[in-house]
């Protein structure tokens, strides 16, 4: 039977691709040089023309091939010793275990003998044996080769793992997962594949994922020191330290200190701000303190849902706007995870509680104990919340029906409430401030102002009311000052340039005589009241009782001058508005020169002002006075002076001696007073004029008779000028004839 027939053109791949067909391949017999010699039938199907082996030799022919080639479905028997070489290697060919940080445990995978065992002392049969496990006779050349060993579970898991070893070492994560989850599929109850997924779970930043496999490892190998020592690593990074100390202390031999030290500071961190939010007043610490045990979680780890709890606890003792807005977006985030979180809905509530907005605050309460009626947080805070409402709406009620003690005790008791909220005590502090002004209570007044401005540095209100009690107090240079200071601070808020006029005016007027101070009543007092206030003080500081000395009579003439305005309604309103020290320069731009303001067609007037000063005077009545403003005219005696009389005679001047020294004395006075009338009356022509002026219809007009009224009003102006220079000459020579008097005396 003729074992070396003639083949056809193999469709086998080239020698260069791999192969996973692996053939049994017996030693060959011993030759002189090792390789068998080719028989008769090779030696001429090699010479024959056209051959593939003589094209291939033609073609090549300077450079002959390093190996003969040979057919690769001949019988093993016929390979050329390189090509025998070549498969021996690779059947032999295997990977040893690398030791690393991985687990190796498990049994090791032996790649199955290409041929089969010797038994020592016996002989290897060859081909030319008669035993029963000779080599078969050489294929046919369509043969089927034969099945490759199927390999078990265990040794495909083995290799899987080997290569997700490989891949770990290499820091290609991915990849040494997926061969640990296919070695996992292949043995799932191996607790070495499970703990060595872990720890590529961890070095991919896998830490929830890397949690199970290390769980479902340690229940199948409870004391391993190896997986537990992996598990409390992973228990640290997600922010669970004590159960990381736990899981430590399950490790025999015990774990080192070194170990547990990332596990002990995070729990150190938390337990600090646990006790800053229970004991201190301020956020400030248990917000350092969380960020120090942040520091601790893994990379891309969420921070843990108590945590986040925890720091917007510490926003909301912060109570400044910024942090009430953190805390308000941190319990978003929370609701957005889970809107049925109770927790969540009680710090969103409490926020808004903090920024005044009780009604929905009391809404997110309602709502979380609808969520868990046994709630305690959320029954408290819905509670106080109420009583709080409740109570400041009572003061309100009080203080609306004029019962202002009634509310100042009210708001006292809705401040012992709840101490910590700033916002909501603030306001109740500027409403008892409001009550106390009522009750002329000013320091008062000012103390609780001052508290809320602490509560709440924004609350512009209660910086207004300060600044009011300050002038009702007495202190209008320090109300200027503070008025002017929001001014500066709130440009658009108008209302505040006329607090600042009114603050001034209070001030100019606080420096002059305080007649209701002289007369010891109150701004509001009545006529009878101010009339008894008179009578009981001319009793007591009448000159005639008090020696006749010049400190009674002064004191006695303030007492009747402050009568003589505050008895007057028209002088009273005149006193108490300040219209007698408003300088009529402060009402036009660029002052009263040439009235240049009025020709450059802007004028710089308080409309509020001037409306109310026009009412005061009922219009324009009583222009006569030979032609004066405001009936101004000045009566004059022989001579053109208010004093002929005084030339009547010796003996009359010596009766009227005293009267004319005190007369002396305060003509300095009424000059001034003659002035000041004088610039109120001009004042109240020039309010006139602009009144006129905003009357008409178009600019061009109003401008055009301003210009010829204000003229006039110069002529005015020079004439009662040159009025008051013959007054003091006059003044002059009465004192000259006062003297002459006393000298004939």
Same mark, same amino acid.
């Given at each position: 039977m003729n074992f070396f027939h003639k083949k056809k053109k193999s469709s086998a791949p080239s020698i260069s691709e791999p192969t996973n067909?692996?053939?049994?391949?017996?030693? %060959?017999?011993?030759?002189?040089?090792?390789?068998?010699?080719?028989t008769k039938q090779h030696r001429e199907r090699e010479s024959r023309p056209g051959s593939a082996q003589s094209i291939r030799s033609g073609s090549k022919a300077a450079a002959p091939p390093r190996y003969p080639s040979y057919d690769r479905n001949s019988h093993p028997l016929n390979l050329p010793a390189h090509e025998l070489r070549r498969l021996s290697a690779m059947s032999q060919m295997s990977d040893p275990p690398t030791p690393m940080e991985l687990d190796q445990g498990g049994p090791a995978y032996t790649a199955p003998s290409s041929t089969p065992p010797i038994t020592p002392g016996e002989f290897p049969i060859t081909n030319?044996?008669?035993?029963?496990?000779?080599?078969?006779?050489?294929?046919?050349?369509?043969?089927? %080769?034969?099945?490759?060993?199927? $390999?078990?579970?265990?040794?495909?898991?083995?290799?899987?793992?080997?290569?997700? !070893?490989?891949?770990?070492?290499?820091?290609?994560?991915?990849?040494?997962?997926?061969?640990?989850?296919? /070695?996992?599929?292949?043995?799932?109850?191996?607790?070495?594949? $499970?703990?060595?997924?872990?720890?590529?779970?961890?070095?991919?930043?896998?830490?929830?994922?890397?949690?199970?496999?290390a769980k479902l490892a340690d229940e199948i190998e409870p004391n391993n020191s190896k997986i537990l020592h992996r598990l409390a690593r992973i228990y640290t990074n997600l922010g669970r330290p004590a159960e990381a100390l736990e899981t430590y /202390?399950?490790?025999?031999?015990?774990?080192?200190?070194?170990?547990?030290?990332?596990?002990?500071?995070?729990?150190?961190?938390?337990?600090?701000?646990?006790?800053?939010?229970?004991?201190?007043?301020?956020?400030?610490?248990?917000?350092?303190?969380?960020?120090?045990?942040?520091?601790?979680?893994?990379?891309?780890?969420?921070?843990?849902?108590? &945590?986040?709890?925890?720091?917007?606890?510490?926003?909301?003792?912060?109570?400044?706007? !910024?942090?009430?807005?953190?805390?308000?977006?941190?319990?978003?985030n929370l609701l957005r995870s889970n809107s049925k979180d109770p927790e969540a809905l009680v710090l969103r509530g409490r926020a808004l509680?903090?920024?005044?907005? !009780?009604?929905?605050a009391i809404q997110h309460f309602r709502q979380a104990l609808s969520c868990d009626p046994d709630f305690k947080d959320a029954i408290k805070y819905l509670r106080m919340v109420q009583k709080l409402d409740r109570m400041k709406e009572e003061g309100n009620q009080a203080y609306k029906a004029g019962r202002s003690q009634e509310a100042v005790d009210l708001y006292s008791k809705a401040l012992e409430v709840d101490p910590t909220n700033k916002v909501t005590n603030a306001?109740?502090?500027?409403?008892? /401030?409001?009550?106390?002004?009522?009750?002329? !209570?000013?320091?008062?007044?000012?103390?609780?102002?001052?508290?809320?401005?602490?509560?709440? %540095?924004?609350?512009?209100? /209660?910086?207004?009311?300060?600044?009011?009690? $300050?002038?009702?107090?007495?202190? &209008?240079?320090e109300a200027v000052r503070d008025y002017k200071n929001l001014a500066e601070q709130n440009p658009s808020d108008t209302g505040l340039q006329k607090d600042v006029r009114a603050a001034e005016l209070e001030l100019k007027k606080s420096k002059r005589k305080d007649y209701y101070k002289i007369l010891q009543v109150e701004k509001d007092a009545g006529d009878a009241e101010i009339?008894?206030?008179?009578?009981?003080?001319?009793?007591?500081?009448? %000159?005639?009782k008090n020696g006749n000395t010049e400190e009674a009579a002064e004191k006695f003439k303030e007492i009747q001058e402050a009568y003589e305005t505050l008895s007057d309604s028209q002088k009273r309103a005149r006193y108490d508005s300040g219209e007698d020290l408003i300088d009529p320069s402060e009402m036009f731009a660029g002052g009263m020169g040439g009235m240049g303001g009025m020709h450059g067609g802007h004028v710089n007037l308080d409309q509020e002002m001037f409306f109310n000063m026009m009412n005061g005077m009922g219009g324009m009545g009583g222009m006569g006075g030979g032609g004066h403003p405001g009936g101004f005219a000045f009566q004059t005696g022989g001579g053109g002076s208010p004093f002929g009389n005084m030339h009547e005679g010796r003996d009359e001047l010596e009766s009227n001696v005293r009267k004319l020294k005190d007369e002396a004395k305060n003509e300095k006075l009424k000059h001034e007073a003659i002035q000041k009338k004088f610039t109120a009356d001009f004042a109240t022509l020039e309010q006139h004029q602009m009144r006129t002026i905003l009357e008409r219809d178009q600019l061009k007009q109003q401008l055009t008779k301003g210009t010829a009224q204000m003229a006039m009003l110069d002529r005015a102006l020079n004439d009662k000028t040159q009025r008051i220079g013959a007054l003091e000459v006059e003044y002059i020579r009465i004192r000259k004839a006062i003297y002459d008097g006393f000298s004939h005396l």
């Open positions: 067909d692996i053939h049994y391949s017996p030693p %060959p017999s011993p030759t002189k040089s090792g390789r068998k010699s080719p030319g044996g008669k035993d029963e496990s000779s080599p078969a006779p050489p294929p046919h050349k369509n043969a089927v %080769p034969a099945p490759q060993p199927l $390999l078990s579970s265990a040794d495909q898991a083995e290799i899987y793992k080997t290569a997700g !070893n490989k891949y770990f070492k290499a820091k290609d994560y991915e990849k040494a997962i997926r061969e640990y989850t296919r /070695a996992i599929k292949e043995d799932p109850k191996s607790s070495t594949y $499970l703990s060595n997924r872990a720890a590529a779970y961890i070095s991919a930043s896998r830490f929830p994922e890397a949690l199970e496999d /202390a399950r490790i025999q031999p015990p774990a080192t200190m070194k170990d547990k030290a990332a596990a002990l500071e995070m729990q150190l961190h938390i337990r600090q701000a646990e006790d800053s939010l229970k004991n201190s007043t301020s956020g400030s610490m248990a917000l350092h303190a969380l960020e120090q045990a942040e520091r601790g979680l893994g990379f891309g780890v969420e921070k843990p849902r108590k &945590w986040k709890l925890m720091r917007g606890e510490a926003y909301l003792k912060m109570g400044n706007v !910024n942090s009430l807005g953190d805390a308000q977006s941190i319990a978003m509680y903090s920024q005044g907005d !009780n009604e929905n306001k109740i502090l500027h409403n008892r /401030a409001l009550c106390s002004l009522k009750l002329k !209570n000013s320091s008062a007044a000012i103390a609780d102002c001052t508290r809320a401005v602490e509560l709440d %540095p924004s609350y512009l209100k /209660a910086r207004k009311t300060k600044a009011r009690a $300050l002038g009702e107090s007495g202190d &209008w240079e009339k008894k206030a008179y009578r009981k003080l001319a009793i007591v500081h009448h %000159p005639d």
